[in-house]
Structure formats: C-alpha cells, structure tokens
C-alpha cells in the first residue's frame, strides 16, 4: 500500500472509474489504481475535483494538504464514526492538572533520551569531547525532570534542544552551513528536517483520528487555535530516530546534494526532480522492519498512538518509544 505525493504545480487530479488521474495543461502524466493507495499528500498549487475527493474518502483514503514550502494546511478525513467516549476521556484527562504533568514528563524524557541515543549511536567508537559535555548537559537535564512541576516549567527543559543540535554538525560528513534548527530553512539540511517533520506530523494525525482522539488536545504542547498539539506531542519521540537520521544519512550518502536545492532569499527546498527521489526514499525507510520487534516506523508509530489510548481510558502507565 503506498502515499502518493503529488507536487507539479497546476496539476489536476479527476476521477476515471476505480483510478484517478493526474494531468497537467490537458496532458496526462499518469493514472493510478485506487486499490494501491492509503493516503494523497497535494503540495502547493494542486486541484483535486471533488468527485476525486468524495471518492477516495468512500474508499477510506485520507488527502493531506501542505504549501509548496511543505506547511500543513488542512486534511479531508474518510468517515470513520468517532468514538465520542474516548474523546470524552481524552478531554477529562486534560482537565486532570496531574495527569498532564506525568505525560509532559514522558514526552521530554523520551524526547532527550532519544537525542542521546541518536548522538550516541552517530558518534559510537569516535573520541569527540564536545558532544561527550553536550550529552552529559542532557542527562543532567534528564535527571531533573521529576523535581519540576507544572508543565510550563517542564517546558522550559526543551532548551536542551539547543545542546543536541549543536553536535549535529559532527554528524555531518559536509556541515552544509548548518547553525541550528531554523524553521525558514537557509541549508539542506534544516529544509529536509522541515519537510520529514511535515510527513511524520500527517501520518500522526491520521492515525490519532482513527483512534477517535483529539489532534488539538496535547498535554505538553498547551492548546491554541490550529494547532494540532496532540500531534506534536507524539512527534517528539519520532523526530530523532525517524526524521533526522534519516535527513543526516540521505546527506552523508549523497543520496541528495546541495545542488539539488532551490534557494531564494527566504529559504531552501528541494528541487522538484529530487522532491521524487525524496519521497521514494522516504517510503522505502518507513517501511523497512526495525530491531528489536522487527516493525517498521508506521507501525511503531501506531502502536504509540494505542498505547497513548490505553493510557487515557485504562490508566496504563505511558512509555515513549526508546530508540536503541
């Protein structure tokens, strides 16, 4: 079963039986069966008719919606009767002042301990002091997480951000200029980091729809209008050991260059030959089972979701996903 990106600018997408087809100025560029399909990801300047529209949410396939610079923009969801009792425990649990506090802990803990293990495992058998002191600033950090309390506060632990990322460039065979995690990417790797991260978020919220949870309650990430915070929260155990190895290595290997990035004075991003490269490499890595349960990305990230469920209706004790 396969995501279809669909990035040409102007590009049409209509219905033609159990396909739909793509076209571009009246020429068709390709016409794909239904039957292989789970999810549409349109970027940028793309029409999708609405019969296309009703047709694939008939069939139970979700349609994400992101700008040409990969932000989210909106998602049309296949029918999939909600289950309200779940979305009333969801909302109960947040109310809980404690109950928020314990999974916002869970969140950062397994957020750091994923940064170390992912320094840890890039830099095995290297002698490099400077990581080996970013690191020990972590597990310090870590180590205070239950002596603080509120969730504003465990916020502020998220500033070990700046200690990970500064180690980046050690994992880098070329540093392409990389400073730190810039949201208006100005060097490959922070515009690849945005548009794993894009993916990863869309995926999340499909899967916490599915589940009849609410995408904008979070219990780290406070509630604002728009923002998907159920969804963030979850991608913070995701990022290390899905996102950014996978960024870093598509770099180390030269699976995709600096040359292959459009830049202007506001930002990078793939060109849109290599934006096909990155999608099919991005597929083959969620896809490929991992150690020690022999499950791919997609689904450890399932099972997360499932347990985050347990968790709100059952009391289960949350554990983040720990990448070895």
């Not at 990969?70 to 109950?99: C, E, M, Q, W």
């Not at 540093?175 to 730190?180: A, C, H, I, L, M």
Request: hydrophobic residues 35%; positive net charge; proline residues 3%.
């Amino acid at each position: 079963m396969t995501t279809v990106y669909i990035k040409e600018q102007g590009a049409y997408i209509h219905k033609s039986g159990n396909h739909i087809t793509i076209t571009l100025e009246g020429q068709k560029l390709c016409e794909l069966p239904l039957a292989d399909i789970t999810t549409v990801v349109l970027l940028g300047n793309v029409q999708l008719s609405t019969q296309s529209a009703a047709l694939l949410m008939r069939r139970g396939i979700d349609i994400h919606y992101l700008s040409s610079n990969y932000t989210y923009r909106g998602s049309l969801l296949s029918p999939n009767s909600p289950n309200i009792f779940v979305k009333l425990a969801h909302f109960n649990r947040y109310r809980d002042f404690k109950f928020r506090e314990i999974m916002a802990r869970n969140f950062i803990r397994g957020k750091v301990n994923n940064q170390i293990s992912h320094l840890r495992k890039s830099l095995w058998g290297k002698q490099n002091t400077f990581c080996s002191q970013m690191i020990e600033k972590m597990l310090q950090q870590v180590e205070r997480l239950d002596e603080i309390s509120g969730v504003d506060s465990l916020m502020g632990i998220e500033g070990v951000c700046a200690f990970y990322f500064k180690c980046i460039p050690y994992l880098l065979k070329n540093t392409y200029d990389f400073k730190g995690r810039e949201r208006k990417a100005k060097d490959p790797l922070n515009s690849l980091l945005n548009l794993g991260y894009a993916f990863i978020g869309n995926e999340l919220y499909s899967i916490i729809i599915t589940k009849s949870l609410e995408p904008m309650l979070g219990f780290l990430h406070g509630v604002k209008h728009g923002r998907r915070s159920l969804v963030f929260d979850l991608m913070e155990e995701f990022r290390q050991p899905v996102i950014d190895r996978f960024s870093i290595m598509l770099l180390n290997k030269g699976i995709i260059k600096e040359s292959d990035f459009v830049k202007n004075q506001f930002l990078m991003k793939l060109d849109e030959e290599c934006f096909k490269t990155y999608c099919y490499q991005y597929e083959k890595y969620m896809e490929k089972p991992r150690a020690p349960n022999n499950k791919n990305f997609r689904e450890l990230m399932k099972n997360q979701v499932e347990n985050l469920r347990k968790t709100i209706l059952e009391g289960v004790p949350y554990e983040c996903y720990k990448f070895y």
